[in-house]
């Protein structure tokens, strides 16, 4: 009987992580594998989803046992969506849940994988500080068994479970349009649908690390409402595109078992008409000039490109060194020194107005600063600072 063995966290090329303290290197885990097979004599599957598990896993290959390894990636950064809970090996685990073996899962996740991260060329190679990446990611399938256990089913058994009408494919076609015209996006289900959404995949993006050294795949998403006349058609209204270039639509759908289906092909919107993406993630302060007098009006913005997998903090330094970040609309403060993103509405190269008053007559004088900081979302943005991984803007003015 085999055991099988799941690991899914973060790791490098000789390291997994057990907790946020805690680490196996990769010898350690070998030494666990070889002593489990001597002592057991069974078979044993493993599979790791975390980045660099490609190179991880080849240092646990043992040709004195009966040993299968399957990685989320080779040696490369292994992608996730954090918004769906996608990932290689959700589609893997969902696959043998629907009766696959663990060669048809392995290649199923795979494209699964593949239609998930999309094209990769359209990511930014270089991260802010200027550090190579290699971004493509493929999964790896090794098998000790000469295929055998690659025949397996979980458990040794097949079952098969849920909808096999369960699907979603694109009701709209590839098509030339302006950047500022309304697109419908629209797709037909069949099955017991749940919800249905959309993932678009723009023109270029940013290759995005969190502080743990993972990727942050932050495509937008638009959701889906059913069609009140037509249950199997699910549909949205788009109009967020700025930049000039093809727009990769993919359509997904979710069941009740959250059972997760995709379109095949992924539909091309090419836009015109816009502005040419930047080649890299910028935020840039707006003012009109950098000298202002107490009683006089004051104007502030600020635009952002390609922000997505960012989160976004615009905040004032005072002439004492103390800050305010601004909360999500115009003049509006919070607690002096509390360090949290914007939460209102962001949209690329559009203007976000942050302070739009006349400046009190009793201000202190001296310099102020204004910042706009993009930095890895859900990430604390002191430690991103640290590590280089945020994109700040910056403008200083003297009021007198």
Excluded at 204 to 219: C, E, G, K, R, W
Excluded at 226 to 253: K, L, M
Excluded at 303 to 318: I, K, N, P, R, S
């Amino acid at each position: 009987m085999p055991l099988y063995l799941f690991f899914i966290d973060h790791g490098s090329t000789d390291k997994l992580q057990l907790s946020k303290i805690d680490q196996i290197t990769a010898s350690e885990f070998k030494t666990l594998l070889d002593d489990y097979q001597t002592t057991t004599g069974n078979d044993l599957l493993l599979l790791i989803d975390a980045c660099y598990s490609g190179t991880f896993s080849q240092q646990l290959l043992d040709e004195r046992f009966r040993r299968a390894i399957i990685s989320s990636t080779n040696d490369t950064v292994a992608y996730f969506d954090r918004a769906d809970k996608q990932g290689f090996s959700r589609s893997f685990a969902k696959s043998l849940d629907k009766g696959m073996t663990f060669k048809e899962a392995f290649d199923y996740a795979n494209k699964e994988q593949q239609k998930l991260v999309g094209d990769l060329s359209k990511l930014t190679t270089a991260s802010t500080n200027d550090r190579s990446q290699n971004i493509e990611q493929i999964p790896q399938f090794y098998d000790g068994t000469h295929g055998e256990l690659g025949k397996h089913y979980l458990n040794n058994f097949s079952k098969i479970t849920g909808d096999d009408t369960f699907a979603i494919e694109s009701a709209i076609s590839s098509s030339s349009l302006l950047v500022d015209q309304e697109v419908m996006l629209a797709a037909k289900t069949s099955g017991r649908v749940k919800r249905a959404w959309a993932i678009v995949r723009p023109p270029q993006m940013n290759f995005v690390l969190d502080t743990s050294s993972t990727p942050i795949l932050a495509y937008p998403r638009i959701s889906l409402e059913q069609t009140p006349d037509h249950q199997e058609t699910w549909q949205a209204t788009w109009h967020d595109a700025v930049y000039n270039g093809d727009y990769a639509i993919t359509f997904y759908a979710e069941d009740e078992n959250r059972n997760v289906a995709s379109s095949d092909i992924p539909v091309t919107l090419t836009m015109t008409g816009g502005i040419e993406p930047p080649t890299q993630t910028q935020v840039q302060i707006n003012l009109d000039k950098t000298r202002y007098q107490r009683g006089e009006p004051f104007q502030a913005t600020l635009t952002e490109d390609l922000g997505w997998g960012y989160d976004l903090y615009a905040a004032v330094v005072l002439p004492d060194g103390n800050f305010f970040t601004l909360n999500q609309a115009t003049n509006d403060l919070r607690t002096v020194n509390e360090a949290k993103p914007w939460y209102g509405q962001r949209q690329p190269h559009r203007s976000l107005t942050l302070f739009d008053l006349t400046l009190p007559t009793n201000l202190p004088t001296g310099q102020y600063c204004l910042y706009g900081i993009l930095s890895p979302e859900r990430n604390d943005v002191f430690e991103a600072q640290h590590q280089g991984l945020w994109v700040m803007g910056q403008q200083c003015l003297e009021v007198y």
